[in-house]
C-alpha cells in the first residue's frame, strides 16, 4: 500500500475564521464509547444537566473492523439519542487493526498504511452522519508522544489535511477541530518537544482547520495563560482561529507539587513494562493479571493511612470527610475554569467527564482511576447511569445561569487584589455576577473570609454560591456587598429557582 504525504493534499490559505453564536457548555462522554460494552443510552442525562454539546469518541476499527466492512450500530446508537438541540462534537481516532502502522481497536492511534483507506473512512462516516455531527477532530493530544498518537507531527498533519478536505466535501457546514492541545504541552518549556510539536500543526496544518481544540487541566489560574499559548502558536504564523474547551476539569493530582515525589514513583513502576498498544483485549486481560501497574498499586494502597491528604482524596474508599472536600473542589473549580475560559474568548466547551466508561465497580489498582478517575459528575448504580455527583448539580446550576450569555467580562480594578470577579450579560435578563477569592485549593476554605464592595444599580441582589449555599449580600448606596471565601459566588438583581443549588447542598 502506499501512502499519501503531504504534497498529495494541496497547501491553502487559511479560510475565513468560524462563527460560533453564544456560549455553549458541553460534557465529554468519555474515550470509549460502545468499545468496551454496549452504547449505552446518556443523552436523556446529559439534557438534565442543561449541557448544549456533547463529544463523544469514535475508532476507525469500530466502525470499519475489516477492508471495506462497515458497521454502523455504535454510529446509529449515538445519533439516536440525538434530537438537534445539542450541538455534537465527534473525535475520530484513526485506531485499526488493519489498517494502521501500529494495530490496535483503542490506543494510541497511528497513520495508515494508506491515507486513501483512511480519507474513504473519513468520508463515509461524515455521509452517514448525514449533517447531524457540527464538530469533526482529528485525534486529542497528539504531542502526548505514544499513549495518543504513534507518529509524528508530519504524519499527524497529513491525516488532518485528508480529514479536512473529506468532512468539507461531504458536509460543507461541519467543523474541523484541531487534536487537543494539553497539558504536556501548558506545562513544557518554550523548546520541549510538545511545543514543537504543536508550533508545527500550527504552521504546517494552517488552513486546514477550522477551530483550535485546548484540554485545560492543573491550576484553574494557569487557564489565561493556557489559552494565551494555544493562540500564541496561530499568531506566530500569522492567523488565528477561535479556541474551543474539548476537555477540562480538575483536581488532578500534579495540581499539588508535595504528592508529585510518590506519584512519580508509583508511574514509574507502573508503566515499566507497558506495551506499545492498548487494545480492548489487552487491557482486559492485563486486569486479570499480576501486573507491574496493579502490584504498584496495591503497594500504594498499603500505605493509604499515612499518605498526605492531598492524595488520599483521589483513592477509593477515602475518608468521608476527604471525599467531600475533593467535591467541593470539583465544584469550585468547575465554575472557576468555565468563566476564566469564557472571559478570555472560549464559546464551546466540554468538561471531562459524563460519566465512567462502563458500567461496574472502580478498578483502584489502575493507574488512570488514580488520575481521572474521581472526575465525572455521573455514575453508575445497578447498570443505570442514575448516580448524580455534587459537581454535576454545580453544572446544572452554572448552565442555567450562563443561559442566553451574550458575553462574558473579567472585572478589574477589584479590592483585594486576589478577587476574581466576572461580569455576564445575558439576553432579557439582568445581568450575572460571579466572585471568588483566589486561594490555595486544599486549605484555601479554611481562611477568613475577605469583604468585596462592588457598584450595584439595582434595589436587591440575591446570590447562590457553587455548592448550594446562599450567602448573605447586602445592597445600598449604590453598593453589593458580600463576605467571600474560594466559592464561586453568583450574584444577580432577580429571583431564582431554588431546585438546583438545593440538589447541590443535599448532595455535599
Known amino acids: 500500500m502506499s501512502t499519501v504525504r503531504d ?3 494541496p497547501d491553502k490559505a487559511a479560510p475565513e475564521a468560524a462563527e460560533l ?28 444537566l442543561g449541557a448544549g454539546l456533547v463529544r463523544a469518541y469514535l475508532y476507525w476499527g469500530q466502525i470499519e473492523p475489516e477492508p471495506g466492512r462497515y458497521t454502523w450500530d455504535v454510529v446509529d446508537a449515538l445519533l439516536k439519542q440525538c434530537d438537534g ?3 455534537l462534537w465527534i473525535t475520530v481516532c484513526s485506531s485499526s487493526p488493519w489498517a494502521t502502522r501500529q494495530p490496535t481497536d483503542f490506543l494510541p492511534p497511528s497513520p495508515a498504511h494508506d491515507t486513501r483507506t483512511y480519507g474513504e473512512f473519513v468520508g ?35 491525516h488532518l489535511k485528508v480529514m479536512y478536505r473529506e468532512v468539507k466535501d461531504a458536509d460543507p457546514k461541519a467543523l474541523v477541530v484541531l487534536g487537543g492541545c494539553g497539558h504536556d504541552v501548558f506545562s513544557a518549556g518554550e523548546d520541549s518537544e510538545p511545543r514543537r510539536f504543536f508550533d508545527h500543526l500550527a504552521s504546517a496544518g494552517r488552513g486546514f482547520f477550522d477551530l483550535f481544540s485546548v484540554n485545560l487541566y492543573g491550576d484553574p489560574a494557569e487557564v489565561p495563560r493556557c489559552l494565551e499559548t494555544a493562540e500564541g502558536f496561530m499568531r506566530a504564523h500569522g492567523y488565528t482561529r477561535p479556541i474551543v474547551v474539548g476537555e477540562y476539569g480538575g483536581p488532578m493530582l500534579f495540581e499539588f507539587p508535595e504528592v508529585n ?26 486486569a486479570k493479571q499480576d501486573t507491574p501497574e496493579r502490584r504498584a498499586m496495591a503497594k500504594l ?59 461496574g465497580p472502580a478498578d483502584p489498582l489502575q493507574m488512570m482511576h488514580l488520575l481521572v478517575g474521581k472526575l465525572s459528575l455521573l455514575g453508575y448504580q445497578d447498570e443505570a447511569l ?17 443561559a442566553g450569555a451574550e458575553t ?42 475577605v469583604t468585596v464592595s462592588w457598584p450595584w444599580p439595582f434595589p436587591a441582589a440575591t446570590a447562590v454560591d457553587a455548592l448550594g449555599g446562599t450567602p448573605d449580600v447586602e445592597t445600598g448606596n449604590g453598593e453589593l456587598r458580600l463576605s467571600l471565601s474560594d466559592t464561586p459566588v453568583l450574584v444577580t438583581a432577580g429571583r431564582r429557582n431554588s431546585t438546583a443549588k438545593d440538589q447541590i447542598r443535599r448532595a455535599l
Open 386 to 402: 442514575t448516580v448524580r455527583y455534587p459537581a454535576a448539580d454545580t453544572f446544572a446550576l452554572l448552565a442555567a445561569e450562563l
Open 85 to 87: 438541540d445539542e450541538e
Open 261 to 286: 515525589a510518590v506519584v512519580e514513583q508509583i508511574m514509574v513502576e507502573s508503566f515499566s513494562e507497558t506495551p506499545e498498544s492498548q487494545s480492548t483485549s489487552e487491557l482486559q486481560e492485563r
Open 7 to 9: 504534497k498529495d493534499v
Open 21 to 48: 453564536p453564544g456560549f455553549r457548555l458541553g460534557v465529554v462522554r468519555g474515550v470509549s464509547y460502545g468499545l468496551f460494552g454496549e452504547p449505552g443510552e446518556f443523552m436523556p442525562q446529559v439534557r438534565t
Open 408 to 449: 462574558v467580562r473579567r472585572l478589574d480594578a477589584v479590592e483585594p487584589s486576589t478577587v476574581y470577579a466576572f461580569r455576564v450579560d445575558r439576553t432579557d435578563r439582568e445581568p450575572l455576577y460571579v466572585f471568588w477569592d483566589h486561594r490555595d485549593t486544599f486549605d484555601g476554605e479554611t481562611q477568613p473570609p
Open 301 to 359: 494502597y498499603e500505605r493509604m493511612p499515612g499518605l498526605p491528604p492531598r492524595l488520599r482524596m483521589f483513592m477509593e474508599n477515602c475518608p468521608d470527610d476527604l471525599e467531600a472536600k475533593r467535591h467541593r473542589i470539583a465544584a469550585r473549580q468547575l465554575v472557576m475554569r468555565t468563566l476564566l475560559a469564557m472571559s478570555a474568548g472560549v464559546r464551546r466547551s466540554a468538561f471531562w467527564s459524563l460519566a465512567p466508561e462502563v458500567p
Open 124 to 158: 463515509r462516516l461524515v455521509r452517514h452522519c448525514d449533517g447531524r455531527v457540527k464538530y469533526w477532530q482529528c485525534d486529542n493530544e497528539p504531542s502526548n508522544a505514544g499513549l495518543l498518537w504513534a507518529g509524528t507531527a508530519e504524519e499527524y498533519v497529513t
